[in-house]
């Protein structure tokens, strides 16, 4: 499949994904300060049972060598789990930033697949590609952050019945799938699936 057959709202994503450089220093201060708060805010749901009974390996006592490691915990996951584990603490106290526009949402919650993929990257490293630096974890914060925000700017999933987590799906897959040095293609199929997979509705909240 060529690009082109592809919608150009998936183009646009994946262009801006592989081809743009943040360099606003007020862009990545603000990715930093927002990194700390949503750390801070994960760290803080520990203290909550309701939370924590949700974290650890779907299998009790399950260990993943160079696995993700879960902030302010001692587990050691693979990269599915330890996304939702982290995306579980930073989102259980609703602290973190809120974006409010045609569609709302937590830009913040991108974090989960982020940090996790980083640390698996880090440490499982893609031959021929550089190692991650932080900055390439602010970086990719921005883009899940605008992604994920100019969608939400003129589009309310909400009115016709869909939660705005369909973003979170979106912007991170987008991201996730640039840091870990997918090919175009791949990454436009990436986004493409994030789009079309089952979508969480509006009448679970």
């Known amino acids: 499949m060529s690009s082109q057959e592809f ?12 081809k743009y450089e943040v360099t606003s220093d007020l862009a990545i201060e603000t990715a930093w300060h927002c990194l700390l708060d949503t750390i801070g805010c994960g760290l803080e749901a520990l203290d909550y049972e309701a939370c924590t009974k949700l974290l650890g390996p779907l299998v009790p006592g399950t260990t993943v060598e160079n696995g ?26 609703d ?7 045609a569609e709302w949402g937590h830009p913040s919650d991108n974090l989960g ?14 031959p021929g590609k550089k190692p991650l630096l932080m900055m ?4 990719a914060m921005v883009k899940a952050h605008e ?33 870990m040095g997918l090919t175009r293609q791949q990454v ?4 493409s699936l994030a789009w079309v997979d089952g979508q969480a509705l509006r009448t679970y909240r």
């Open 7 to 18: 919608d150009q709202v998936i183009i646009d994503i994946v262009d801006y994904v592989e």
């Open 68 to 93: 993700v490691r879960v902030p302010g915990t001692s587990f050691v996951l693979d990269p599915v789990q330890g996304a939702f584990n982290i995306g579980a603490m930073i989102r259980w106290l």
């Open 95 to 101: 602290f973190n930033d809120t974006w409010l526009a």
């Open 113 to 126: 697949a982020i940090l996790a993929t980083a640390d698996w990257l880090s440490q499982n490293p893609v």
């Open 136 to 139: 390439d974890v602010l970086q």
């Open 147 to 179: 992604i994920q925000g100019c969608i939400a700017l003129e589009n309310s999933f909400n009115k016709v019945g869909l939660d705005h987590v369909l973003l979170v799906k979106v912007a991170s897959t987008a991201v996730v799938a640039q840091m």
């Open 188 to 191: 436009l199929n990436a986004v």
